[in-house]
């Protein structure tokens, strides 16, 4: 096994005295549900009395079993969430911090990002294998929990099991499912800290920290060959590892479960012995503070002093009611003839705004027919409208919405496909700033969210207009619409989940 340092090997404790801590935890919660349930069913079998030799018991004639199976099901699902995810947190905080730590106890304070709390959830709750972690405890342990001990009480009643046996069936099914805890929760643990190792890597190589990466394996026969075969290989700190046809940042990630589950590997950043000079250039004052340990260095570390940042107005903003007179004037510009085409001039007319024929129009497009190819009633409203946008230009930076189902976000996952798969995860590839999206067809957006049609789908939108961008602000005022134009590029900016739904912000490319 590779060799840890003083401050990796203190870490190392920190995190195995936690791991020990939450088995503890989640042992006294499984107890304390077994306990509950073995009570109930003692009340329902001194209810019942002697049975005949030909009497059987039913599972249904455990009234009080029953009760208390929904009671401590739903605790131990709660109990279970609140105790891995304060694990998960505090470990995943610990393993960011471990390579400042060793910089700053050796070389004086650093400006590093933190790792907040928001963020550390999102990686918790990332899916892997399309299950979130709750989901996984709620169905796949306490959920089973609960089936199994139903099917074990219905099977060992019909042999007219005693109270002793059927306690103790009870006490292995809780057992067994305890382990099944412990093994999600480990893995968890692995895959998080993994992934926030990766995140102080990144940050220490922005600020000019010098260090590898060095892949570090517990070698014991418990071991997976093939990970013991990486013990001691360095790789830049963005460098993937790479065996027998496979490729990982860290271990945990390979996103293969035969390689990820249980595996007790991790990666330790090994500096190099020049990094002196590099401090010099982002301590202030040049001071090294001597720190106790690790928890004193968390409580007390002294932050380099940061210039103070007057806060900028945003550049992007909604439309106001006051505003609205203005924009029509500036970007709501159309011709008689134009209107007559653009608009329907009928119940169920041709037109594009406010008719169905937007659908059909956008959907012909976006699939990439050719103007031969599109009907020439479709021709006519596309030049219209081409030149209504041509015509107009928003007077201000604005910032609109809209809001897609699943196929929109399915499309920007195709149009950016290589990018996504150097990424841990979709989230962090959204917020790196360099995905893109292009809409063959028009984008039909509202300056009051509030106003949309399809505010109920799962993806929002907010699209950031720059001045002088094409637009077309309509008078289609019921829904706010203001229309962009076809063949347009956004550069995707965020994402962030919200409820079961996500926002993403981008904005328009001017050209």
Request: some cysteine; charged content about 30%.
């Amino acid at each position: 096994m590779s060799e840890l340092n003083k401050f990796q090997k203190e870490i190392e404790t920190l995190l195995s005295r936690a791991d020990k801590n939450t088995d503890q935890q989640l042992y006294n919660l499984y107890v304390q549900t077994i306990r509950d349930l073995k009570s109930a069913l003692q009340f329902d079998y001194s209810q019942l009395g002697e049975l005949s030799s030909t009497e059987k018991l039913k599972l249904s004639q455990m009234t009080a079993l029953l009760n208390q199976l929904e009671q401590s099901t739903a605790e131990l699902k709660k109990g279970l969430k609140k105790r891995i995810t304060g694990h998960l947190i505090d470990t995943g905080k610990i393993a960011y911090n471990e390579l400042f730590y060793e910089v700053e106890s050796k070389n004086g304070a650093i400006n590093f990002a933190l790792l907040k709390d928001d963020e550390l959830k999102t990686i918790i709750e990332t899916p892997v294998a399309n299950f979130k972690l709750s989901d996984r405890l709620n169905d796949g342990v306490v959920e089973k929990l609960k089936a199994n001990i139903k099917d074990d009480l219905t099977r060992i009643f019909l042999s007219g099991a005693s109270y002793p046996k059927a306690a103790a069936r009870l006490a292995e099914q809780g057992y067994s499912s305890y382990r099944r805890a412990m093994m999600i929760t480990r893995t968890e643990a692995g895959r998080v800290q993994a992934i926030t190792r990766q995140k102080s890597q990144i940050e220490a190589e922005k600020l000019g920290i010098d260090f590898e990466k060095q892949w570090v394996a517990t070698l014991d026969k418990r071991t997976r060959h093939n990970h013991a075969e990486l013990d001691g290989v360095k790789v830049n700190p963005d460098g993937y590892f790479h065996i027998n046809g496979h490729k990982t940042k860290q271990p945990h990630m390979f996103g293969i479960a035969s390689e990820d589950i249980s595996c007790r590997c991790r990666t330790i950043s090994v500096l190099v012995d020049e990094i002196e000079q590099m401090q010099r250039r982002v301590n202030e004052t040049g001071k090294i503070v001597e720190y106790k340990n690790y928890r004193d260095w968390e409580l007390n570390r002294i932050e380099p002093k940061k210039a103070a940042i007057q806060p900028e107005k945003p550049k992007f903003h909604y439309i106001k009611d006051s505003e609205v007179p203005y924009f029509k004037g500036k970007a709501g510009k159309i011709s008689e003839r134009n209107r007559r085409i653009v608009y329907a001039q009928e119940i169920r007319g041709m037109g594009y705004i406010g008719t169905p024929e937007s659908f059909y129009i956008n959907d012909e497009l976006r699939n990439n027919y050719t103007i031969a190819e599109i009907s020439n009633d479709h021709q006519k409203i596309i030049k219209s409208l081409d030149q209504v946008l041509k015509s107009n230009k928003a007077p201000k930076d604005i910032k609109v919405n809209r809001f897609d189902d699943d196929y929109y976000l399915e499309n920007i996952f195709k149009q950016n496909e290589k990018l996504l798969d150097n990424y841990d995860n979709p989230i962090d590839a959204f917020n790196s700033g360099k995905l893109t999206y292009r809409n063959n067809g028009y984008t039909s957006t509202s300056y009051i969210p509030k106003y949309n049609m399809f505010r109920h789908r799962p993806i929002k939108t907010i699209i950031n207009i720059p001045k002088g961008s094409h637009i077309y602000f309509t008078d289609n005022d019921i829904e706010s619409e203001i229309i962009l134009p076809r063949d347009s590029n956004y550069d995707i900016m965020s994402m962030k989940e919200k409820g079961d739904g996500v926002i993403i912000e981008m904005t328009l490319r001017k050209e």
